[in-house]
C-alpha cells in the first residue's frame, strides 16, 4: 500500500520539494533538507543509483539524518556567493549551524575527491545533536552491510562501498551508523562520507582538514562568479541561478543536467515522474546562451567540446543525426524502467530511472543547438573548421527534414503532430547557419538554406496563425494555444511588436496565464498521450516575462517578474513547475526554469535601462 504522505501524530516524512538546498562538487548532487537530512544523494556521478533517497521513499530510500536532538526552529542559506549550504538549528539553550559542502579545487587536473562533508558548529550556548547515516544502495533495492573500524564506519555493497569519518562517537548495527553527542559554544564535529576504491578505506577528516577545505570551497565558487558581468537589479538571484547551473554541470565531459533527480512529480499522486539526470540537447543549448550572456565563456567552450569530442554532430540515429537527449558521458541509450519497490514522493508512483524519450523526434533541438553554436562563435571563440563542416550535414539534413510531424518540445506521449514550435525552431537553425557562413565567408549551400528557411517561415505565417484565435497556435491549422510560442520574438521571428504578435500575447494572457504563472497549454484541448493534471511551467512563466519587455509593456513585465520571484523558495531554488498554492513541482531544481530566470533578468534590465 502506498505511503499517505503521514506517520504517528500526523507528521508527514516528506518534505516539501521546496524544502531543500543543493550542494555539489561537479560529478553528483544531494538535497539538504532544512531539517537536516540527506534525502537524495547519487554516487560518484549525477545519474549513479542512488544511495540516499528518501525523497523517493521514507521508508526504503536511505537518508543521512543530522539535527539537534531538542525542538528547534531552523533556517537555511547559502554562505555568499557559494554552493555551500548553512542550515541553522536555534533552540531555547543555544544556536548551531551544520555547513554542508562537497569539496573542490582551483586545480583542475586534481581527482575529484568525491566527499561530502557536514561540519557542525555550536555558534551560541550548548545543543545536543542526533546522526543516523542510513544508506540504501542501488535505489534501495541493494543489500549492504556496515561495521565499525575505529570510529570509521564502512558500509559495503555489491556495486559500491561508503566509508563515513566522524570525529563524533560512532556506534553501529550491522546496516546503519548512528551517533549522539552535544556540543558547547565553539565546539564543532565533523561527519565526512568517501567512497571506499579498491578496497582503500579513506583517511578519516580531522576537524582541521575539513576547515581547510571549506575554505578551498568557498573560494572555488566565489573566484568561478567573480567572472559575471552581470550587474543589474538582481543580481542576487541571477547569481543564484548562474551557481544552480555550474552546479548541474558534470566536469569531466562538460554535459550539463536537465535536474540532479528522477521522479519528483509534476502532480502529486500523479504519473508524470521522469528521470532528468542527462543531457538534453535543448536543455544545455539554452544553458549556454544563459553562461553566455553573464560572461562564463568556460562551460560554452566546455559543452561545444562534449558535443565534438564524443561525436554528438557526428550522429546518424535512426530519427535524424541528432538525439533529443544523451548521459552525462555522452551514451546514446538510456533505457527507462519503473522501480515498484520504491512508492515514489508522498506515494506518486512510478519511480523511473533512463528515459524512454530518447526515441523521440523533437526537430527543435536543432534549432536549440545550432543558435547556441552561433553564440559561442560570435561570442566566444570562432568554430573551428570540423565544428562547421558537421554544423553543415545538421543543416542540410533539416533541409530535407523540417516539414514532418514531430513529438514537440513539451515530450508528450500522444502522437507526433506538426508543431509550430518545431517549425519555429527548425527556421532558427537554417537562419544562424546562414548568418555565420555570411560573416566568416564559410562555405555552404545557401541557396538552398535560404529556399528552406524561406518556406518555413511562410509556412508558419499562413498555417500557424489561426484567424478565429487571432493568434499563433500550437500546430499547424488548429486553434489550440501553446505557450512555446512564446519564443517567436526572443528568437527574431518576428518582431516583438508585430500586430499578430502583439495579438498572440493577449489570447496567451487571457487563456494560459494565472497571476503571472503560466500554463504550457490545456490538456484537454490538446491530448498528451498522459493522465493527470500539471502545474505552471516556470520557463514559460520567464518568457513571458521576456516577451512582455520586448512588447514594451514593461510594467506588466516587471511586476510578473517580480511575482515569479516570490515563487522562489528559500535559497532562491525552483523546480519545473510551480502548483495552484504556490508549491514547486517537478524535478529540483531545474536548469531550464534558472537560465529562463537569466535571460528574462537580463533583457528586462535592459529594457528598463
Known amino acids: 500500500m502506498a505511503n499517505t504522505g503521514f506517520g504517528q501524530e500526523g507528521v508527514s516524512p516528506y518534505l516539501p520539494i521546496a524544502e531543500h538546498g543543493l550542494i555539489g562538487d561537479l560529478h553528483s548532487a544531494a538535497l539538504v533538507g532544512t531539517n537536516g537530512t540527506i534525502d ?13 533517497a528518501s525523497i523517493l521513499d521514507a521508508n526504503r530510500g536511505g537518508s543521512f539524518e543530522l539535527a539537534a536532538d531538542v525542538p528547534t526552529r531552523t533556517r537555511q542559506f547559502y554562505f555568499p556567493d557559494t554552493n555551500v549550504l548553512i542550515t541553522r538549528f536555534f533552540a531555547s539553550d543555544g544556536v548551531a549551524e551544520i555547513q554542508d559542502f562537497m569539496p573542490i579545487t582551483d586545480d583542475p587536473g586534481a581527482a575529484a575527491p568525491h566527499r561530502l562533508i557536514r ?8 545543543l545536543p545533536f542526533t546522526a543516523r547515516v542510513a544508506p540504501r544502495f542501488g535505489y534501495g533495492a541493494e543489500a549492504h552491510s556496515a561495521e565499525l573500524q575505529g570510529n570509521t564506519a564502512l558500509f559495503r555493497s555489491e556495486s559500491l562501498s561508503l566509508a563515513l569519518s566522524a570525529t563524533a562517537p560512532l556506534e553501529c548495527d ?80 562538460g554535459a550539463i543536467v536537465a535536474a540532479p533527480t528522477t521522479s519528483l512529480p509534476e502532480q502529486i499522486g500523479g504519473e508524470r515522474n521522469w528521470d532528468y539526470r542527462f543531457v538534453w540537447v535543448r536543455d544545455a543549448a539554452f544553458c549556454v546562451y544563459a553562461m553566455l550572456r553573464l560572461g562564463f565563456t568556460e562551460e560554452a567552450e566546455a ?20 538525439q ?92 507526433r503532430r506538426n508543431f509550430v514550435y518545431s517549425r519555429l525552431m527548425c527556421w532558427v537553425a537554417i537562419e544562424r547557419a546562414i548568418r555565420m557562413a555570411n560573416r566568416r565567408g564559410l562555405p555552404a549551400d545557401l541557396p538552398r538554406w535560404r529556399q528552406s528557411r524561406d518556406a518555413i517561415y511562410r509556412e508558419i505565417m499562413q498555417r500557424g496563425w489561426s484567424p478565429d484565435r487571432g493568434a499563433f497556435v500550437q500546430h499547424l491549422d488548429d486553434h489550440v494555444l501553446d505557450a512555446s510560442v512564446l519564443m517567436m520574438p526572443m528568437a527574431k521571428f518576428i518582431s516583438p511588436t508585430d500586430p499578430k504578435w ?30 493527470g493534471a500539471e502545474g505552471t511551467f516556470s520557463i514559460c512563466s520567464f518568457w513571458y516575462v521576456e516577451s512582455l519587455a520586448r512588447a514594451g509593456r ?36 531545474q536548469a531550464f526554469t534558472h537560465l529562463s530566470l537569466i535571460s528574462a533578468a537580463f533583457n528586462l534590465d535592459r529594457a528598463l535601462g
Open 40 to 52: 537524495w544523494y547519487c554516487c560518484p556521478r549525477f545519474d549513479s543509483p542512488s544511495v540516499f
Open 119 to 126: 561540519r557542525v558548529i555550536c555558534v551560541r550556548g550548548s
Open 174 to 253: 550491522g546496516l546503519d551508523a548512528r551517533s549522539r553527542f552535544k556540543l558547547l559554544e565553539g565546539e564543532s564535529a565533523v561527519f565526512a562520507l568517501d567512497p571506499v576504491s579498491d578496497g582503500v578505506i579513506p583517511r578519516a577528516c580531522p576537524q582541521a582538514e575539513a576547515e581547510d577545505q571549506f575554505a578551498t570551497t568557498v573560494r572555488f565558487w566565489r573566484n568561478w562568479l567573480s567572472a559575471s558581468r552581470y550587474h543589474g537589479r538582481w543580481r542576487e538571484m541571477v547569481h543564484r541561478s548562474a551557481l544552480v547551473l555550474k552546479l548541474l554541470t558534470y566536469a569531466p565531459t
Open 303 to 322: 559543452f561545444m567540446g562534449f558535443l565534438s569530442e564524443r561525436g554528438i554532430m557526428r550522429g546518424g540515429g535512426s530519427e535524424g543525426p541528432l
Open 324 to 415: 533529443i537527449m544523451y548521459g552525462i558521458d555522452g551514451r546514446n541509450e538510456l533505457p527507462e524502467r519503473e522501480l515498484p519497490h520504491l512508492e515514489g514522493y508522498l506515494g506518486s508512483a512510478p519511480v523511473r530511472v533512463g528515459n524512454a524519450a530518447t526515441g523521440q523526434l523533437q526537430l527543435d533541438i536543432y534549432g536549440a543547438l545550432i543558435d547556441s553554436v552561433y553564440l559561442y562563435d560570435k561570442w566566444g571563440q570562432p568554430i573551428s573548421s570540423d565544428r562547421w563542416d558537421e554544423l553543415g550535414v545538421l543543416v542540410d539534413w533539416l533541409c530535407e527534414h523540417w516539414d514532418q510531424p514531430d513529438d514537440g518540445v513539451w515530450e508528450t506521449r500522444g502522437g
Open 502 to 531: 502583439l495579438a498572440t500575447l493577449d489570447a496567451l494572457t487571457a487563456d494560459l496565464v494565472s497571476d503571472s504563472l503560466v500554463y504550457r497549454y490545456d490538456p484537454e484541448a490538446s491530448p498528451d498521450g498522459l493522465r
Open 554 to 589: 514593461l510594467e506588466e513585465a516587471r511586476l510578473a517578474f517580480e511575482k515569479m520571484l516570490t515563487y522562489a523558495n528559500h535559497v532562491g531554488l525552483y523546480a519545473e513547475e510551480i502548483g495552484l498554492t504556490g508549491e514547486q513541482l517537478g524535478n529540483f531544481p
